[in-house]
T-cell receptor, first 113, second 114 residues
Framework: SQQGEEDPQALSIQEGENATMNCSYKTSINNLQWYRQNSGRGLVHLILIRSNEREKHSGRLRVTLDTSKKSSSLLITASRAADTASYFC?????????????FGQGTRLTINP | DAGVIQSPRHEVTEMGQEVTLRCKPISGHDYLFWYRQTMMRGLELLIYFNNNVPIDDSGMPEDRFSAKMPNASFSTLKIQPSEPRDSAVYFCASEQGSGGNTIYFGEGSWLTVV
């Protein structure tokens, strides 16, 4: 079963608007990561937030983590048509040295020009 | 760096045939992962290796699937015999470190079994 679940499954917004995607997970984590997948391509790492961090920024991306609620959000500000892609959260589970990433089902984001 | 290299990129095969997918991880990375992606099940971890040793193969669907990593720069995922329900995109990914860090994906092998 999937560890992370993204919400919404699909999101369509106008260029220039902000896009927010959420991720919930079930078990304790060491870190949470967000990845992007363009159609027909492999996943590309966007940002990693550790379990002891609450917020992290990278360019137009802002990620928050609430371990008490077992949830994370990814905010893309000032969206562009090129941001159209699927976005996945992934949680690192397991003991150190034997951790693995478990991915959610993803949010399909469409930016309309 | 060339990144994670997978081959073939696309394969169409008949049911019952053997399929071999190949992966070259990023040099120096000590973890290698095989994932499968389908519309129905999303992205599933099949198996992963650390320093060429299989650590967790609990995601391998059945005995028809096998994976090997004979050395640090090469891994294979084999399906024998293949079935139509094996049609999916198979991704190889690699990581450097203690596990749970950023992983780098290949472009995937798109498998269609007819």
């Amino acid at each position: 079963s999937q560890q992370g679940e993204e919400d919404p499954q699909a999101l369509s917004i106008q260029e220039g608007e902000n896009a927010t995607m959420n991720c919930s997970y079930k078990t304790s984590i060491n870190n949470l990561q967000w990845y992007r997948q363009n159609s027909g391509r492999g996943l590309v790492h966007l940002i990693l937030i550790r379990s002891n961090e609450r917020e992290k920024h990278s360019g137009r991306l802002r990620v928050t983590l609430d371990t008490s609620k077992k949830s994370s959000s990814l905010l893309i500000t000032a969206s562009r048509a090129a941001d159209t892609a699927s976005y996945f959260c992934a949680t690192a589970v397991g003991e150190k040295g034997a951790q693995k990433l478990v991915f959610g089902q993803g949010t399909r984001l469409t930016i309309n020009p | 760096d060339a990144g994670v290299i997978q081959s073939p990129r696309h394969e169409v095969t008949e049911m019952g045939q053997e399929v071999t997918l190949r992966c070259k991880p990023i040099s120096g990375h000590d973890y290698l992962f095989w994932y499968r992606q389908t519309m129905m099940r999303g992205l599933e971890l099949l198996i992963y290796f650390n320093n060429n040793v299989p650590i967790d193969d609990s995601g391998m669907p059945e005995d028809r699937f096998s994976a090997k990593m004979p050395n640090a720069s090469f891994s294979t995922l084999k399906i024998q015999p293949s079935e139509p329900r094996d049609s999916a995109v198979y991704f190889c990914a690699s990581e450097q470190g203690s596990g749970g860090n950023t992983i780098y994906f290949g472009e995937g092998s798109w498998l269609t079994v007819v």
